[in-house]
């Protein structure tokens, strides 16, 4: 069973298991975005880029920080849905390239731009829980 998690649905489950790992109190914003290569508004890589800003106190002392977390973003995904009894195969950036068609008439012509609208999951079956007490 695949199904396709958009780029704000990952936004907030990111932003859920970050609040919850780190500190309740501690500001965090998540950033998911595509990364830009040019300087028109369809000049997009197929990656995204996911940035953590954090803001709170770690041990006491206020710490302030910014980093890129898109390499960790599939994993953190699938243990979030394995934690929820999912045997999860796969989780990948939905990414790619797809015809865009540019122009009118004798100028008409197909480019192939490079996009990505989120994450694909891929679940085998819900985890048999073995129970007793």
Do not use: H
């Not at 780190?22 to 950033?31: G, T």
């Not at 041990?59 to 953190?76: A, K, L, Q, R």
């Not at 934690?83 to 100028?107: L, R």
């Not at 694909?120 to 129970?131: C, P, R």
């Amino acid at each position: 069973m695949k199904f396709n998690l958009a780029l704000n649905d990952v936004e907030k489950l990111l932003q859920d298991y970050y609040q919850k790992t780190i500190d309740s109190k501690a500001k965090i914003q998540i950033d998911v975005r595509k990364k830009q290569y040019g300087i028109c508004d369809s000049d997009w890589m197929a990656d995204p880029c996911v940035t953590l800003s954090l803001e709170g106190k770690v041990s006491g002392i206020p710490v302030t920080m910014t980093e890129d977390v898109t390499e960790s973003v599939p994993t953190i995904l699938k243990n979030i849905i394995t934690d929820s009894g999912y045997i999860v195969k796969e989780v990948n950036w939905n990414a790619g390239i797809k015809p865009v068609t540019t122009g009118y008439g004798m100028t008409e012509k197909t480019d192939w731009m490079p996009y990505c609208d989120g994450l694909v999951i891929e679940v085998k079956t819900k985890q048999k829980v073995l129970g007793g007490v």
